[in-house]
């Protein structure tokens, strides 16, 4: 199948304005401006309608060479699908802590709902972070132990679970006498024991 564009790119036009484009996307990496202040002045300036449309034409080239590579390219087909599905998973992560109560804890106004948010952001952040812990302590463990096969199964899974969680329970906050050692609680680990992979341990 040949893929072809409806309408070729004006590289002209993208190299008369070039210099235009370059301080535009220098002013956005550095966080100088908003890109809705910058489309704001281009389209109410007469004089800057080419620069616009040059920036237009660059966003197509852009499309086009990326669109190229993925077709082309398999591993970044790959990278780009593993992306979406940790974005599904972490998407699934929050819908699981909203559902906890009926999805009644939302709050009544505006200020609470943003609290709501931002604590459920940071409850899917703090089972990331244990997930993450958990896996590299037993990547190291079994690395040490020469134990590759273990190695690349557990780098597969996805540190956005939370099937071991329980989310719904009482929990304490406060100081401990000692902290946890990840390293006796894995001691006696086999992840091979009984295992059976699911949609949520696999990074796709």
């Known amino acids: 199948m040949e893929i072809r564009l409806k309408k070729p790119i004006n590289r002209r036009l993208i190299e008369q304005e070039w210099d235009q484009i370059q301080h535009i996307v220098c002013s956005l990496s550095r966080k100088a401006t908003q890109q809705s202040t910058v489309i704001r002045k281009l389209s109410n300036n007469k004089r800057n309608s080419r ?30 699908q593993q992306a979406l599905n940790r974005g599904e998973a972490y998407h699934q ?7 906890v109560n009926g999805n009644l804890f939302r709050g ?37 132990d020469g134990n590759q096969r273990v190695v690349d199964m557990i780098a597969s899974f996805s540190p956005v679970a939370w ?15 000692g902290l946890l050692n990840l390293y006796s609680m894995l001691e006696s680990v086999d992840p091979l024991a009984n295992y059976e992979p699911d949609d949520q341990d696999l990074a796709a």
Request: hydrophobic content about 40%; aromatic content about 12%.
């Open 163 to 177: 099937t071991h969680i329980q989310l719904a329970g009482n929990y304490v906050f406060g100081n401990r006498d």
């Open 51 to 80: 620069t616009l449309s040059a920036l237009h034409e660059y966003d197509r080239l852009i499309k086009c060479l990326y669109l190229l590579d993925y077709v082309d390219n398999k591993t970044l087909r790959q990278f780009v």
């Open 108 to 144: 009544g106004n505006d200020y609470q709902i943003d609290q709501w948010n931002d604590c459920a952001r940071l409850i899917a952040n703090s089972i990331i972070y244990y997930n993450s812990a958990l896996l590299s302590a037993l990547i190291e463990k079994f690395q040490k």
């Open 93 to 99: 992560l929050r819908k699981a802590i909203a559902s």
